[in-house]
Structure formats: C-alpha cells, structure tokens
C-alpha cells in the first residue's frame, strides 16, 4: 500500500496538483539575465477580525503581479492579533495561490498573540512555498541562511541572512527593544567564513533581513547617499551588540533591510553597507505612507544591487549599490558630453610638481609656490614629492567613463584637494586640514573627459586617495586602466 502511496504522490507533483518547494529551487534566473528580485513585506500587523486585511491582500497581490518576484520576504511584525494559528494560514495563502516562495523573520510583535516563536515556525514550516525555517538553536527563533544558487545551478552565487531581532530586553534598565545577541552574531561569523572558505576564499555577496533597525541606522539619517522617507526616529535597541561590525569585518554583506519604522522607508550608505528600511505593508499598521514593499534586485556574480519603493502608484526611490546614487540624480543632473576632439596618447597621469612657502589653500599654489618639475605617472601619487612640507601637485589627463551614467568620485587628502571633471569641480576638498574625504557627483556619457586634481601639502601629514562609484563599480580608488595622457 505504501508502494502505491508513494507512486500517486509522485504522480500528482507531476501534474502539478502538489506542489513542493524548497531552498534549493531559489536561484538566479537565465530568463532574467541573471538577476534576482526580492519583494520586501513588512508589518502587515494582520488581524483576521480585521476588514483592512481584504486591502491589504490587494497591495501584496498587486506588487507580486506588477513585479514579478522571485521571493517574498516578510520581516516582521506579521501576525499581531489572535488567532495566531489563523492569521498565519491567512497571510500564507496569498503565496500560495500566487505560486510565491517566501520566508519570514519575527518580528517583536509576532510572539504577543497567543504563540512563542518556536510556534510560528511550527505553523508555517511545511506550508506549500515556505522556504524558511527555524534555524539552529541560539537565541531567537528563525536564524537561518537561503542561499540564492547560480542560473546554471552549479553553485552558490549569493546568500540571504534571515536573524531574529527578538522583542523585549530582560531588563526594562536595558531599553525597550532587545537586540541580536552575541550567540547569534557567532553563528553569522561562522557560517559567513564556512561559505567563503567554500568559494574560493572569495566573500559571496549576502544581504541580512531582520525587523528591528540597528543603531548605525541613525549614521545615515542626512547623508548625501540617503534617499526616502523619514518621518519618525530610528527605534533601535539602546544596546550595541557588535552586529554591524561582524559585518564589515566578514567583508560579505551588501546591504540589511529591516522594518518596525512604520513612517521610514530611507536607505543610505554606511562604512560600504546599506542600511534600508522597508515600506510599510499592512493597512492596519500604524502610519501616513502608501502601502506597499521594497523591491531589491540583485546581480549574479556582483556586488551590486537595484533597490525602489512599489506601491499601488507607482515607483519611488530607485536606489543602486554599491554607488548609493539614486533616480533621483539620473532625473535632475545634466550629463557632460564625452571629449571627442581629444585623443589619448598613453596610459598615466600627467603631473606638475610646485614647491613653495606655507600653502593654506589651492589658490595659493599659484603665487606662493614654484615650479620644480613635471612628469608622467600611472596614477595619482605623492611620489614625485621631493619634501614633506610645502609642495603641491597637479595631475591633468584623460578619463574614459566605460558607460552613460552618474558617477559619484571622492578625494581623501591631508591637506587640501579639489577634483574637476571637464573644467567642472566635482569635489572641493580644499584647506589646510587633516586627512578628511569629500564626495561629489556628475552625470557623464561614455568616452573621454578631461580630468584634473590639484593637491597641496601644508606640513604634518601627507595623503592623497582619488576614488569612483558609479551604478555598476563598487568603490574603489579609479584604476590605472581608465587613466590616460592626452595627445
């Protein structure tokens, strides 16, 4: 009998009348050239008792049909009013129907309806397209990986961190809001090296979900890479616990998404990390945003990512890592014509070498310094210098930009600096002053442009780093490949 069993279950998967989906059936797409897209929901606060539960099933269908995603990822704060059990069944069937894998982190509403963690997982672990799970044991419940495999199905390409942000601290002197602790940060480390020492020693590109926004979420707040809507404060735990850091030292993680700020949906750029806030999904929940979801969507074999706000109106916020330039720049910047008239004689930079009195800005060079020398090098360097105090250089060449986009340059200098592209200053680093980085951006087409850094050393202290972003080049200082003398 169980022979025949088996033959019939295999049968109707077959058909198509059972499905079964699993972690393994997650990767990167031929049909989609080699991209994969998330769809961010959170905070549905679902309340079966509730007539907005009908709405918000209408935005989630919306987006999955207008969008077309690979997974669902629901970060907390899901289920907040009993039935648990029934709520869950509820949100679950939206995927369901709609053919959606999808995985879940709790948030720290989630375990106030009746049911602990744990029981959140036992309800929806064998669900049809439920590809989470309840992880190893360590505090929380749902801290677990989903790796994303290659389009040829061969490896592993890219890596999804699912953490438990937990709900309330033991103690009410410790805040209000409990953080990830130090158990699971270990389990991140290991398993972030386990996955690495398994590609060759090369970090995969990841990016973590959990609900309750970390502290470093308040260092983006007013930055020039920082794009969305903040209406409220960032509610993070009051207690540091070293996540982020972890992060940064594994060299693996792009970006964290998180929800819980009903009115934030801003991402930005920390220490090469994006730190994003999702847009707020149900109806019920506390808030003046349109509902709807973030999409994120990611590249094969890249560090990169697209990251935009979808609601029933609409895109809002295209956001591209690692650069952190935005639709926003594309739509409002007008782009410098490639330098056709100009040809390039060879790979380098060229320099002129001043020395001079006490320098205190880059106007100065000019009256205060002299000429000592000039010469061509491969890239920009303080090695023509012949003193440590009082000199200046001027680097002047050609750019080739390899495509049509917004390019976001930086100088790190001590003392001043200024970068101009096509007679255009792009970053004004200028003064006397310690090492200090200054940013600025420009819309260029494809080809040659003209280049020019100035830098000057007052005393005590002497660097120069030149570096680029833009939609598709992770930072880096500008290569020697892309610099060039001109005829």
Not at 142 to 149: A, H, Q
Not at 296 to 305: D, G, H, S
Not at 443 to 457: C, D, P, S
């Amino acid at each position: 009998m169980k022979k025949y069993i088996a033959i019939l279950l295999i049968l109707l998967v077959c058909s198509g009348m059972v499905h079964t989906f699993g972690q393994d059936n997650i990767r990167f797409g031929f049909d989609k050239n080699g991209q994969f897209k998330i769809a961010q929901f959170t905070d549905l606060h679902w309340d079966n008792k509730s007539p907005g539960c009908a709405e918000t099933v209408e935005v989630i269908k919306y987006v999955l049909s207008i969008e077309n995603p690979d997974l669902a990822m629901l970060t907390g704060d899901i289920i907040t009013a009993p039935p648990a059990r029934e709520g869950w069944l509820s949100v679950a069937r939206i995927f369901e129907e709609a053919k959606m894998p999808w995985a879940v982190v709790l948030g720290n509403h989630d375990d106030e309806t009746g049911v602990t963690r744990e029981e959140v997982f036992d309800i929806i672990e064998n669900l049809p397209y439920f590809v989470g799970e309840k992880g190893e044991k360590m505090t929380g419940c749902g801290n677990y990986t989903l790796p994303i495999m290659s389009s040829d199905g061969t490896k592993i390409a890219s890596v999804l961190y699912c953490l438990d942000s937990n709900n309330k601290p033991a103690a009410h002197k410790y805040g209000h809001y409990d953080w990830i602790h130090a158990d699971q940060i270990d389990w991140y480390r290991k398993t972030s090296a386990a996955y690495t020492a398994n590609n060759n020693n090369q970090p995969l590109p990841s990016l973590a979900f959990f609900h309750i926004p970390i502290l470093e979420f308040n260092n983006i707040v007013g930055k020039e890479t920082t794009v969305g809507i903040q209406k409220e404060g960032v509610a993070s735990p009051e207690i540091n616990s070293g996540l982020f850091c972890s992060f940064i030292e594994k060299k693996d993680m792009m970006g964290v998404f998180v929800g819980h700020d009903h009115d934030n949906d801003y991402i930005g750029i920390d220490y090469d990390i994006a730190l994003g806030f999702g847009r707020t999904t149900g109806i019920d929940a506390y808030g003046i945003l349109e509902r709807g979801s973030r999409i994120i969507n990611l590249y094969e074999n890249k560090f990169r990512f697209d990251t935009w706000i979808r609601t029933r109106k609409g895109t809002a916020f295209a956001y591209y890592f690692p650069s952190g330039l935005s639709s926003v720049d594309e739509e409002s910047m007008a782009f410098l014509p490639a330098q056709t008239s100009i040809g390039k004689e060879a790979q380098g930079i060229s320099y002129t070498y001043y020395e001079g009195g006490r320098l205190k800005k880059i106007a100065e060079i000019e009256t205060n310094a002299k000429k000592i020398k000039e010469g061509t090098i491969e890239n920009f360097s303080l090695d023509p210098a012949v003193t440590v105090d009082s000199f200046a250089l001027v680097f002047k060449g050609l750019i080739d930009i390899p495509e049509r986009g917004v390019y976001r340059f930086y100088t790190y200098s001590d003392d001043g600096s200024r970068l101009s592209i096509d007679n255009q200053v792009v970053v004004d680093n200028d003064g006397s002053h310690n090492a200090r980085r200054v940013d600025g951006k420009v819309a260029l087409e494809a080809g040659l442009h003209e280049l020019e850094v100035i830098y000057f050393e007052d005393y005590m202290g002497e660097v120069l780093e030149v570096g680029w972003s833009s939609r598709s080049i992770r930072e880096e200082q500008i290569p020697d490949e892309v610099l060039f003398v001109s005829e």
